[in-house]
């Protein structure tokens, strides 16, 4: 298969900020994702982007990623308090007060999107309860572990409706507005707490192999 006949998939991971500044856990787990996978004989190239926490760095990112049309496109970020990997459902609009690695701010907390203007909420176009679901289902070696007696076991995977007020929310309102259905936002907790990077990385890549699939079904209905 010539690589013109190959499909793009761009897997974006973020570098250190405050409360991270020594490693993110995003770039160290996309940093193991294989170059290729492929899915219904067709082959997809792998492409990994390490993303500044800066603003004016997502918005360039973003404009060169899907300038190259993939065909789907994961970001993945850290969260210090997620206890599994998460998948996020949707990204706001109004909450970005935070400065950036420069210092910079987003004027207002807010930004216009070229093609949802100013949009308070956008929404992920795929399936993301079944994504977890269908993770969960393949990962029961990674279980993140129970802190109490009243606390429920996690799966290796959950659903989320907060993807934040920082970097990780703006790049994820991003790709949303260019494309709901080939755009996902992932979660990972900190190194060890509970997952090594290697158990991370294989999270991140069944989400990614369970997103390709339901665009792929997508586009065989339509």
């Known amino acids: 298969m010539s690589s013109s006949e190959r499909k793009l998939i761009v897997v974006s991971g973020f570098g250190p900020f405050i409360g991270h500044e020594e490693i993110n856990a995003s770039w160290e787990a ?31 990112a973003c404009k060169e990623i899907w300038s190259r049309q993939p065909e789907m496109v994961i970001h993945v970020g850290v969260s210090g308090i997620a206890k599994c990997v998460y998948v996020e459902k949707l990204a706001y609009n109004h909450k ?11 004027s207002n907390g807010s930004c216009i999107l070229p093609h949802n203007g100013r949009a308070n909420v956008l929404r992920c176009g795929l399936d993301v309860d079944q994504i977890v679901e269908a993770v ?27 993807v934040g ?17 080939r755009s996902v936002f ?6 060890n707490r509970p997952f090594s990077t290697v158990q991370t990385a294989d999270i991140v890549l069944k989400i990614i192999q369970e997103c390709v699939q339901q665009v792929d079904a997508s586009a065989c209905v339509n």
């Open 186 to 191: 992932v979660h990972v907790p900190p190194i």
């Open 165 to 181: 007020d920082f970097l990780c929310g703006y790049i994820y309102l991003k790709s949303l507005d260019v494309d709901s259905k």
């Open 96 to 106: 970005f007060r935070r400065a950036d690695n420069s210092g910079q701010y987003l």
């Open 30 to 60: 996309v940093k193991l994702l294989p170059e290729m996978l492929t899915h219904n004989g067709i082959e997809y190239v792998v492409e990994k982007r390490l993303v500044p926490v800066e603003y004016r760095a997502v918005d360039k």
């Open 136 to 162: 969960n289902a393949t990962c029961e070696a990674c279980v993140a572990p129970v802190v109490s007696n009243s606390d429920k076991p996690l799966g290796a995977t959950r659903a989320s409706k907060n």
